[in-house]
């Protein structure tokens, strides 16, 4: 859309704005942002997703290396990564835990595999999309195997 590709930061309030074909200023709302990002990707994404991505992919890196040895510190581990998260979100931790991690990430760091799946998963090219960063292909590695798994 071209009011995205065409905005500019102007100092105030609001964050971005855009001149108009007329010469107004025009504030670029969330709107805007989505069809935009629809009209690049040719599917229905929003900005949330990719807060959400970004959220799940952090949490699954503060993670990664924070050990445990009894369930209270795997669960004062997970609060700490979560408060992270949310401070590079600007968010609440309870609106990031609740609306930005994925579940599946909590899943395994607490039952221990997140590390060694993150690992594996890194080195394993041929079955991720492209374009995904080491740290981005762990995680959809772990998601997709998660979500793919059958319910009991």
């Not at 609060?79 to 990430?105: D, F, I, M, W």
């Not at 394993?124 to 195997?145: F, H, I, K, M, Y």
């Amino acid at each position: 859309m071209e009011v995205v590709r065409t905005c500019v930061e102007i100092p105030g309030y609001e964050l971005f704005k855009y001149l108009g074909e007329d010469g107004n200023r025009y504030d670029v709302h969330s709107g805007h942002v989505n069809s935009y990002l629809k009209e690049i990707t040719g599917r229905d994404v929003t900005a949330k997703d990719f807060r959400t991505w970004a959220a799940t992919v952090l949490c699954a890196q503060e993670l990664e290396g924070a050990q445990f040895e009894k369930p209270t510190q795997a669960k004062r581990n997970i609060v700490t990564a979560v408060k992270e998260v949310a401070q590079v979100l600007g968010n609440t931790p309870a609106v990031c835990r609740k609306s930005y991690v994925h579940p599946a990430v909590f899943d395994a760091y607490l039952d221990g595999s997140l590390a060694a799946r993150l690992e594996e998963w890194r080195g394993r090219r041929e079955e991720t999309p492209a374009g995904l960063r080491n740290d981005e292909r762990a995680v959809w590695g772990l998601l997709t195997e998660r979500t793919a798994a059958p319910s009991r």
